[in-house]
């Protein structure tokens, strides 16, 4: 079983266009983030969500705006994509008791063109 | 603010090799360390973790000891094999309810 699956894996997609990437965790956790990763490998937190609640929400353009509508779930969508969004997403999740310990989904790699 | 310097990639070893990688921190608190691994294609995965100063975190084969007086938290191992090929983020949390990562270190070891 997987423990925190994203859709897609990849998305290619035009400048201009708005998209949406999905997440789901079966582990129970109540708390999930989305990361964003660039070319170079660094990664950068966006959003942490607890029990649907936003908790974290980094410097990120308005064109981004996460959705929770359970626990289990946390969803990206990306209004007016730039080339720059050009990256892998990464979802997560934890507990709250225990954030530092986190499962990542397998990525969603974005190329805008 | 937090933050996690680590040693500059990509490195390349060979099978049996030592394998250690540098860590330093900055943080307010007293934060808890973190290694994380991807593997290529994958998220990250918890390799191993240490929550205050002095304890050694290890997993599958590797180590890493909380020096608070150097705030380091560097990553060994012994003897490395092929499918150690990887990257390897230091984390930290200063319980602020997120990790703060390094820049990541590349390792590819070669047979």
């Known amino acids: 079983d997987t423990a925190v699956s994203q859709t897609p894996k990849y998305l290619v997609t035009q400048m201009g266009n708005d998209k949406s990437i999905k997440c789901e965790q079966n582990?129970?956790?109540?708390?999930m983030y989305w990361y964003k990763q660039d070319s170079k490998k660094f990664l950068k937190i966006m959003f942490s969500?607890?029990?649907?609640?936003?908790?974290i929400n980094e410097t990120v353009p308005n064109r981004f705006s996460p959705k929770s509508p359970d626990k289990a779930h946390l969803n990206l969508h990306i209004n007016s994509l730039e080339l720059g969004d050009s990256a892998v997403y990464f979802c997560?999740?934890?507990?709250?008791?225990?954030?530092?310990?986190?499962?990542f989904g397998p990525g969603t790699r974005l190329t805008v063109t | 603010g937090d933050s996690v310097t680590q040693m500059e990639g990509p490195v390349t070893l060979s099978e049996e090799a030592f394998l250690t990688i540098n860590c330093t921190y900055t943080?307010?608190?007293?934060?808890?360390l973190f290694w994380y691994v991807q593997y290529p294609g994958e998220g990250l995965q918890l390799l191993l973790k240490a929550t205050k100063a002095d304890d050694k975190g290890s997993n599958k084969g590797f180590e890493a000891t909380y020096r608070k007086e150097t705030t380091s938290f560097h990553l060994e191992k012994g003897s490395v094999q092929v499918s150690d090929s990887a990257v390897y983020f230091c984390a930290l949390s200063d319980n602020d309810y997120k990790l703060s990562f390094g820049a990541g270190t590349t390792v590819t070891v070669r047979a």
């Open positions: 943080a307010t608190g007293y934060p808890s």
């Open positions: 969500y607890n029990n649907k609640e936003l908790i």
């Open positions: 997560a999740s934890s507990l709250w008791t225990s954030t530092y310990e986190q499962y």
């Open positions: 582990l129970g956790h109540d708390t």
